[in-house]
C-alpha cells in the first residue's frame, strides 16, 4: 500500500522509445524524430529545447557510453506535467559530470547545456549501463514563461565525472 507521502508516478500520455546503432547519423535522426514528436504531441514551444536535450544526451551516448555492438535508447515521455528525455548506453561505470571545458577545448559542454535548459536531471543506474535523463516541465499560460533556466548544480543523483 502506498502511504499519501510517496509520490506515484504520473500517468505517461504519450511515448517513444527507438534503440540506435552508436553513430553520428544516429545523433542526428534522434534529434529530428524528438523535434516531429514534441511538436505533434502538441508542444511546438518545446520541440528546440527537446531536441537540443536529445542531442547532447545521445552525443554523450556516442562519444562516452557505446560499446561495438550494443544500441543506445532514446525514450521521450510525456505526462500531464513533464516531458522526459532518457537516454541509455551501456557503459554505467562511465558516469557524466559537469565540468568546465577550456576555452580551447571541443568538447565537454554539453550537460552544462542540459544543466541550463531542463528543469530537472539526473543519472539511473541500469543493471546494464546507465540511463541519463532530462525533464522539461510543461508551462503553460502567460504566467509561466518559456525559455532559458537557471543553471543546475548538478544531477538529481550524486556521480562522480569521467
Given at each position: 500500500?502506498?502511504?499519501?507521502?510517496?509520490?506515484?508516478?504520473?500517468?505517461?500520455?504519450?511515448?517513444?522509445?527507438?534503440?540506435?546503432?552508436?553513430?553520428?547519423?544516429?545523433?542526428?535522426?534522434?534529434?529530428?524524430?524528438?523535434?516531429?514528436?514534441?511538436?505533434e504531441w502538441?508542444?511546438?514551444?518545446?520541440?528546440?529545447?527537446?531536441?537540443l536535450?536529445v542531442?547532447?544526451?545521445?552525443?554523450?551516448?556516442?562519444?562516452?557510453?557505446?560499446?561495438?555492438?550494443?544500441?543506445?535508447r532514446?525514450?521521450?515521455?510525456?505526462?500531464?506535467?513533464?516531458?522526459?528525455?532518457a537516454?541509455?548506453?551501456?557503459?554505467?561505470?562511465?558516469?557524466?559530470?559537469?565540468?568546465?571545458?577550456?576555452?580551447?577545448?571541443?568538447?565537454?559542454?554539453?550537460?552544462?547545456?542540459?544543466?541550463?535548459?531542463?528543469?530537472?536531471?539526473?543519472?539511473?543506474?541500469?543493471?546494464?549501463?546507465?540511463?541519463?535523463?532530462?525533464e522539461?516541465?510543461?508551462?503553460q499560460?502567460?504566467?509561466?514563461?518559456?525559455g532559458?533556466?537557471?543553471?543546475?548544480?548538478?544531477?538529481?543523483?550524486?556521480?562522480?565525472?569521467?
Open positions: 500500500m502506498t502511504s499519501a507521502r510517496e509520490k506515484l508516478p504520473a500517468p505517461v500520455l504519450r511515448e517513444d522509445r527507438i534503440d540506435f546503432a552508436p553513430t553520428a547519423r544516429s545523433v542526428s535522426f534522434s534529434r529530428r524524430r524528438t523535434a516531429r514528436l514534441v511538436r502538441g508542444y511546438p514551444g518545446l520541440a528546440g529545447d527537446a531536441a536535450l542531442s547532447e544526451l545521445a552525443t554523450n551516448a556516442l562519444l562516452h557510453g557505446a560499446i561495438r555492438g550494443r544500441l543506445f532514446v525514450h521521450l515521455t510525456l505526462s500531464a506535467a513533464t516531458l522526459r528525455i537516454v541509455s548506453d551501456p557503459r554505467g561505470e562511465r558516469l557524466p559530470g559537469l565540468r568546465e571545458a577550456a576555452d580551447d577545448e571541443c568538447y565537454g559542454r554539453g550537460l552544462v547545456i542540459v544543466a541550463r535548459i531542463a528543469d530537472r536531471w539526473g543519472i539511473e543506474p541500469r543493471t546494464v549501463g546507465k540511463t541519463v535523463f532530462a522539461l516541465a510543461l508551462r499560460g502567460p504566467d509561466m514563461p518559456m532559458p533556466r537557471e543553471l543546475r548544480a548538478g544531477p538529481s543523483r550524486t556521480a562522480t565525472p569521467r
